[in-house]
């Protein structure tokens, strides 16, 4: 649902009549929707912890005089030639820059290859980021209807499984997912040869920087088939990302040249989708995965404890479906978002995630008798 262009880009839908808790309480959910221009995911949790509470009781709040300008007016050339100041710096800036980013991307592309010949020397099959993604389904035109779906996953087994495998929470979320769209890919028959790639947002911003902005891309080893064999792809390729993305980091542009006028950018959107160009054009990659981490201690809002805190994020043409996380207490929040006529049941993928879930506890662990070659056939999914 687009938001309202001529008031505030953001709005609060409270939803009454649900069933009561296990304890007899009452359950309200509170839909928050605030334009991705404004926001990315670690600028709302900084949000959150501004609005919510860490305790039952609202702690009190010293209301401040606003020192900016109540009103003001901007005319059409004033925002015509800062929007276009705007631009020109985005441009000019990599254009300056262009000797050292081609050494940038060179060394790059170096270290990952090189990378990849030390695990060819190790047996172990080479990763790299570097690829298109393979064309799927899901790599269409969206449309303005949208198919969701949420569940929960206890973070401390995830956390448990995790140091089992020598594995972050983030490579343990990848996993999940890369399982989940195997199983759903076979299902539907359309497993690619080639490994899916994900979109997954890197924040370039330091520790205690709370302004938004995001970056992102990695294979996620759907074409292999054991478990163990496609955990270990996804560690390595998460690896690679990390180094790749800290040495690409100071070349990569947080802003795009868009002529700053959100009209023309939106009938541009209009027409990209309306000439189905993402159906005709290579993709970098299949989907977007994104891991935000949530609060760690309960919150509360106006005496009330947020049981859960599904993401709801966005889909964009040629990517029609989003898998956001957001740990929440402890728990691990998940909320898929796809376009309804790419991908009307989306619980299915959501289901798959859930099945993952049970097979990766079920795994081997690394060093234990079970652990020959990756995995015994068994750990096939």
Not at 13 to 37: E, F, I, K, M, S
Not at 139 to 166: I, M, W, Y
Not at 286 to 291: D, R
Not at 363 to 373: F, I, K, Q
Request: proline share 8%.
């Amino acid at each position: 649902m687009l938001l309202d262009r001529s008031r505030p880009l953001s709005k609060l839908h409270v939803l009454q009549g649900l069933a009561p808790a296990a304890n007899g309480h009452r359950r309200v959910v509170l839909y928050t929707q605030l334009h991705h221009a404004a926001i990315d995911g670690q600028a709302a949790v900084a949000l959150a912890r501004i609005v919510l509470d860490t305790g039952p009781e609202p702690r009190s709040v010293v209301p401040r005089a606003s020192t900016r300008q109540k009103a003001f007016a901007l005319g059409l050339s004033e925002m015509l030639r800062g929007a276009l100041a705007n631009e020109a710096q985005q441009v000019a800036q990599p254009i300056r820059n262009l000797p050292s980013t081609v050494d940038t991307f060179k060394n790059a592309a170096a270290r990952a290859l090189g990378g990849s010949t030390l695990r060819r020397r190790a047996r172990e099959a080479p990763v790299s980021n570097f690829m298109l993604a393979p064309p799927m389904p899901l790599n269409v035109s969206v449309f303005t209807g949208r198919a969701c779906a949420t569940f929960r996953l206890p973070l401390p087994e995830l956390k448990a499984l995790g140091q089992a495998h020598d594995a972050s929470i983030n490579d343990i979320v990848l996993m999940l997912c890369s399982s989940a769209l195997r199983r759903h890919d076979r299902k539907t028959q359309a497993l690619p040869r080639k490994s899916r790639v994900a979109a997954v947002p890197i924040s370039p911003r330091i520790a205690g920087d709370t302004t938004a902005g995001t970056q992102a891309s990695m294979s996620l080893g759907t074409h292999i088939a054991k478990a163990l064999k496609r955990l270990a792809h996804v560690k390595a390729a998460t690896q690679a990302m990390k180094s790749t993305m800290g040495s690409l980091k100071s070349i990569l542009p947080t802003d795009f040249p868009s002529i700053g006028v959100p009209w023309l950018i939106e009938a541009a959107t209009t027409m990209y989708g309306g000439v189905r160009v993402a159906e005709k054009i290579p993709q970098l990659t299949n989907l977007v995965i994104s891991n935000v981490p949530g609060p760690p201690v309960p919150l509360y809002l106006a005496g009330a404890r947020m049981l859960t805190n599904h993401p709801a994020s966005n889909i964009t043409h040629g990517l029609a479906l989003n898998i956001t996380v957001q740990s929440c207490d402890r728990s691990l929040d998940f909320g898929l978002m796809a376009d309804a006529v790419a991908m009307p049941d989306v619980r299915d993928p959501a289901d798959a995630i859930r099945i993952a879930f049970d097979d990766i506890r079920a795994l081997p662990r690394p060093g234990s008798h079970d652990d020959d070659e990756y995995g015994a056939d068994w750990a096939r999914c």
